[in-house]
């Protein structure tokens, strides 16, 4: 359990927040790629408290700015994005992608004050479909994040976002326990086609997990280990990556496909969650819209705006019948089952009040580096996951002999050399 002061630290991430200055030290994605198109229509962002806006100028390039113009505070949202700048509707103020002001249409051309305005603004990098940025202090910005998913090509990997209803962290740490996964997903019968876990998979048939971490300069690889018969164990292997990415062996796809998730937050009480697979052999993505379909991110399944059709105001649908004869929860969609339990905790989880056991190890020692993270960057130090180590990690999902060295038999798994030319 933690205390309000210490939950408080670790969840809330407005500037100037010991929480908020350790995720300012990593890059952390702004949206999607295709979502903002040259002299095109701004988009919101809203990223650690702060309400930005971003947009692709006419040269292609994008820039991330504070949605309020330093001018008299209208939204740029409104502005006009247009000869690589955009242009804000109030009284002309032009702003190229660094923030620096280019014109004022309301001051004389002989005057050199849009010289002296530059809003405030951060640097970004595109990879993966994604945009990034990094929003600490300059002479502490890390390697660009060159997951092996960014670097894969567009054909062997895809990538989503969902909005969620809580803070970060309990969203994160629902990512990070392997112990509900066969039992939140699970389907009770192979006969239905709802999505879920089926009950004849190694990860539902064995017994509950035994937690093996082992912590690494850029976070820990951690295992789920099951009895599986008297004389096999299924090994799950997973990562995470500070300060908010999770890898893992997706389950549906017969051991072809890494994927994983982001929980990038947005303020203290939401957060955007992005959802990505790849396949390193590149021979095993699978059908899109099945995968859409069993994340319960489909056609119909999302608003625009990347909030869920399934959600806590219509207690995201659950059906009552379904959940007695076919699926654990009576809730569609593997992703939406996630988030129904995460955000029925409330905005922020109070916990004060919880009771962690030995299946919660991952959650254990995952804030305890995070708390380490603060304290580091508090000291002005760099925090843990700010090299490139992370790289060519991936995730594994294996059986093997009882009597095995998991960690000899999955380390070249886990840790694939990197690919020299």
Request: proline share 7%; glycine share 10%.
């Amino acid at each position: 359990m933690l205390t309000q002061t210490e939950n408080d630290a670790l969840t809330l991430v407005s500037p100037g927040t010991p929480m908020g200055n350790l995720m300012r030290r990593y890059w952390m994605p702004v949206g999607m790629s295709w979502e903002v198109e040259s002299d095109g229509s701004p988009l919101r962002v809203r990223l650690l408290g702060e309400k930005l806006v971003a947009f692709r100028d006419t040269s292609g390039r994008v820039g991330l700015m504070a949605e309020s113009c330093p001018h008299r505070g209208a939204s740029l949202w409104f502005g006009r994005n247009e000869e690589d700048g955009l242009r804000c509707v109030y009284h002309g103020w032009k702003f190229d992608h660094t923030g620096q002001c280019v014109h004022q249409m309301n001051e004389p051309n002989d005057t050199d004050f849009s010289q002296k305005i530059k809003n405030v603004a951060y640097p970004t990098a595109e990879m993966g479909g994604l945009i990034w940025t990094f929003m600490g202090p300059a002479d502490k910005q890390p390697p660009l994040p060159e997951f092996a998913w960014t670097q894969a090509p567009e054909d062997q990997r895809h990538v989503n976002k969902t909005y969620e209803e809580c803070n970060w962290l309990q969203a994160m740490e629902g990512g990070l326990d392997t112990s509900h996964a066969p039992i939140l997903h699970r389907r009770l019968t192979n006969d239905t086609d709802l999505p879920g876990v089926s009950p004849s998979m190694p990860f539902v048939r064995g017994k509950a997990p035994k937690l093996e971490v082992d912590e690494t300069d850029y976070g820990y690889a951690y295992y789920g280990i099951r009895q599986l018969d008297e004389d096999k164990l299924h090994v799950r292997g997973y990562h995470f990556i500070m300060p908010f990415t999770q890898i893992r062996q997706e389950p549906f796809s017969g051991n072809d496909i890494v994927a994983g998730h982001m929980w990038v937050p947005m303020d203290d009480n939401t957060c955007m969650v992005y959802n990505w697979e790849y396949s390193p052999s590149g021979t095993g993505m699978e059908d899109q819209e099945l995968v859409a379909r069993i994340l319960g991110t489909g056609p119909g399944e999302q608003t625009p705006d990347f909030k869920k059709v399934r959600a806590l105001t219509n207690d995201y649908l659950i059906d009552r019948e379904a959940q007695k004869k076919f699926t654990f929860t009576g809730i569609f969609g593997v992703n939406v089952q996630d988030h129904a339990v995460q955000e029925s905790m409330g905005p922020i989880v109070d916990r004060s009040i919880e009771h962690l056991g030995p299946a919660d190890k991952a959650i254990i020692i995952m804030r305890k580096q995070l708390a380490q993270g603060v304290r580091v960057v508090a000291d002005g130090g760099d925090p843990s996951g700010t090299g490139d180590t992370y790289y060519n990690v991936v995730a594994i999902d294996t059986v093997m002999s009882a009597t095995a060295d998991f960690r000899e038999e999955t380390r070249a798994s886990m840790f694939p050399e990197p690919i020299t030319s």
